[in-house]
C-alpha cells in the first residue's frame, strides 16, 4: 500500500522533469533561433530572461502538484512549509526574470541612445526590480515588511557613514550621467595628461580606454571634482591646424590656392561628410626664414587629427615639390677669425 502511494507524487514529478528538459532542450531552443533569426527587436533579451527558467518552473509544478495530490499521510505543518518554499522558489524565479528582463530592456535602450552609460542605469534598475520582489516575497510568506523597513531606514545610518567612499562614487557617477558632462564613446584628457574613450560608467568608476588600448580606471568622485577635457563636447567635430612656413620668394595666392586643395582632398578621405566646410589659411608672421601661416581645416572627431596631420604633410610636401614651393629651413653663415697671423708676428725678448 505504501509502495503505491508514492507512484502518483514520483510519477508527477518525474514528468515535470521531462516537460521541463523538453521544454528547456527542444521548444525553447527552436523559438530563441527563430527569434534571433529574424532579428526581433528584444526577443534575446527576453528568451536570455527566460533561460533555465521553463526547467524550474515544471519542477517546481509537478513538486506542488505531487504534495497536492498525494496519498500519502504528511503532516499539516510540514506541507505548508514545502508549499512555502515551493512559493518562495518560485517568486524568486519570477523576480530574477522580471530584473534580467528590466536590465535587458534598459541596456537595449541604452544602446540606441548615444552616450548614455550602460551599466549603472541597468545595474541599478536591476536592483531595485531585485529589492521589491523581494520585499513582495516576504510579504507574500506571511513575514511583515514594515518592521524590516523601518530597520533599513535606520540601519542605513549606519551603513552610510561605512560607505562614505562608495556612496560618493555612486551619487558623482549619477551626477555626471545627469549633467551629461561624461558620456560613453566621449573622447576626454585628463589634467594629468592621460587621455582616452570613457567606455563605461558604473556604481563606483568610470572606464576610460586609451589609444593603446590600455585601461584606465577613475573613480566617480575623482572625476566629478576633475578638471578634464571633454573633446566631443559640445560636438564631435573639430578644427584640425597645421602651422606651415614657406620662403620669401614665394607666390603666397599660388601657396594659399595649393594649400587649401590639398587640404580638401585629406577631409575627402578622412571626413567626407564636413567636405562643404571649407578649409583656409592665415597668414600670421614673417619670421626670420620664412612667411608663416595656419591651416584650418574640420575633422569628424579628435583621433582623427593624428590621420589627418600625416595626410596632410605627406600631401603638402609632394603638392609644394611640384609646384616648386620650398619650405625653408634655418640657415646660418659662420664667420671665424683667424689670430694665428697676429700671433705669428709677435717676438718674443
Known amino acids: 500500500m505504501t509502495t503505491v ?11 515535470a522533469l521531462l516537460a521541463g528538459i523538453i521544454g528547456e ?27 533555465r527558467m521553463t526547467f524550474i518552473w515544471f519542477t517546481l509544478a509537478g513538486f506542488s502538484a505531487a504534495i497536492s495530490y498525494s496519498s500519502l499521510k504528511i503532516d499539516a505543518d510540514f506541507k505548508i512549509l514545502l508549499q512555502k518554499v515551493i512559493t518562495i522558489i ?23 541612445t548615444e552616450g548614455v552609460p550602460a551599466s549603472l542605469i541597468s545595474n541599478l534598475a536591476m536592483t531595485i526590480i531585485l529589492v521589491l520582489g523581494t520585499l513582495i516575497i516576504l510579504q507574500t510568506v506571511g513575514i511583515e515588511i514594515t518592521p524590516i523597513v523601518t530597520t533599513l531606514g535606520i540601519g542605513g545610518l549606519a551603513v552610510g557613514l561605512a560607505l562614505q567612499d562608495t556612496l560618493a562614487n555612486l551619487f558623482s557617477g549619477f551626477y555626471l550621467i545627469v549633467s551629461k558632462q561624461v558620456r560613453t564613446g566621449d573622447y576626454v584628457k585628463l589634467d594629468d595628461g592621460q587621455e582616452g574613450y570613457v567606455t563605461d560608467i558604473t556604481w563606483r568608476n568610470t ?19 576633475a578638471i578634464f ?9 573639430i578644427t584640425l591646424t597645421m602651422n ?28 567626407p561628410e564636413l567636405i562643404a566646410i571649407e578649409p583656409y589659411i592665415r597668414f600670421h608672421t614673417f619670421n626670420d626664414f620664412s612667411i608663416d601661416f595656419t591651416l584650418y581645416m ?11 596631420k600625416h595626410l596632410f604633410v605627406k600631401k603638402l610636401h609632394k603638392r609644394y615639390q611640384q609646384a616648386g614651393i620650398t619650405i625653408p629651413f634655418p640657415i646660418r653663415d659662420v664667420y671665424m677669425q683667424d689670430n694665428g697671423a697676429e700671433n705669428s708676428d709677435m717676438e718674443v725678448d
Not at 574640420?298 to 589627418?308: I, K, L, T, W
Request: aromatic share 10%.
Open 229 to 237: 577635457t571633454n573633446y566631443h563636447l559640445p560636438e564631435k567635430e
Open 298 to 308: 574640420r575633422v569628424s572627431e579628435y583621433f582623427d587629427q593624428r590621420m589627418g
Open 244 to 271: 606651415v612656413g614657406v620662403s620669401y620668394n614665394s607666390d603666397l595666392e599660388e601657396v594659399e590656392r595649393v594649400t587649401v586643395e590639398v587640404a580638401k582632398d585629406v577631409m575627402r578621405e578622412i571626413a
Open 25 to 51: 532542450k527542444v521548444i525553447f531552443t527552436k523559438l530563441s533561433r527563430f527569434v534571433t533569426k529574424r532579428q526581433i527587436l528584444g526577443g534575446e533579451v527576453i528568451f536570455n530572461s527566460l533561460r
Open 5 to 15: 502511494q508514492w507512484i502518483l507524487p514520483v510519477a508527477l514529478i518525474l514528468f
Open 90 to 112: 518560485f517568486l524568486s524565479s519570477v523576480t530574477f526574470v522580471l530584473a534580467r528582463l528590466t536590465a535587458g530592456f534598459v541596456s537595449l535602450f541604452i544602446h540606441r
Open 207 to 225: 572606464t576610460i580606454r586609451e589609444i593603446s588600448n590600455n585601461v584606465i580606471i577613475v573613480p566617480n568622485s575623482k572625476l566629478a571634482s
